[in-house]
């Protein structure tokens, strides 16, 4: 089975700032990656995913992420966050027809 | 509009009365699959189905069933439940599991006393 970690469980950060959510996951095998966000009372939505080709993918509302083999990781960063952007994010792995997910990573932005 | 429909979205029930979360989906998506959602765990996946009448475990299948009789359709059924079943659950749906990403219902928050 693969695992998926996400090594912050919570994230405050000031707004306009930039920000890092990191990923990291185990495989030996080809995999798809993606990020979501829940909002609060929310179920989750889609910010972006990595299937293959270029390894900067980008996502709604400014967030981008970056796939490193070598390094088992998808990051997500955004270089100035907001107050809506307040919400916990999940890291997520596909492989073998199922969905492995991280243990999310709750950020707060501060005004 | 395209979306995948839980209810109910809060249910309250005592140990042992069977319960049933229903979930919809009108994307005619062949994959579905539920997730329970605790703190500091994450998601995990309870069950999954790949297309009508086929359905596997997941991480979690210990003490629920569900059922594809039609494609749109993936009920949640628990026979008998206990508070360690108290949770947030939710279903999705995929086109496939070839990259394609999951579409979330809302949730339903189940309360076993």
């Known amino acids: 089975a693969q695992s998926v970690t996400q090594l912050d469980s919570q994230v405050p950060v000031f707004e306009e700032a930039p920000v890092e959510l990191r990923c990291n996951y185990s495989?030996?095998?080809?995999?798809?990656l993606f990020w979501y966000v829940q909002y609060p009372n929310q179920g989750l939505q889609l910010l972006l995913k990595y299937l293959s080709g270029s390894t900067l993918v980008k996502g709604i509302n400014g967030f981008e992420a970056e796939f490193n083999k070598s390094q088992t990781s998808f990051h997500l960063r955004k270089p100035s966050v907001h107050i809506s952007d307040t919400a916990e994010f999940f890291c997520a792995v596909s492989s073998r027809n199922q969905f492995y997910f991280g243990t999310g990573t709750s950020l707060t932005v501060i005004p | 509009e395209a979306q995948v429909t839980q209810n109910p979205r809060y249910l309250i029930t005592v140990t042992g009365k069977k319960l049933t979360v229903t979930c919809s989906q009108n994307m005619n998506h062949e994959y579905m699959s539920w997730y329970r959602q605790d703190p500091g765990l994450g998601l995990r996946q309870i069950y999954y189905?790949?297309?009508?009448?086929?359905?596997d475990k997941g991480d979690v299948p210990e003490g629920y069933k569900v059922s594809r009789k039609e494609k749109r359709n993936f009920p949640l059924i628990l026979e008998s439940p206990s508070p360690n079943q108290t949770s947030l659950y939710f279903c999705a749906s995929a086109r496939g599991t070839g990259g394609s990403p999951l579409h979330f219902g809302n949730g339903t928050r189940l309360t076993v006393t």
């Open positions: 189905s790949m297309n009508v009448e086929v359905t």
């Open positions: 495989s030996s095998v080809s995999v798809y």
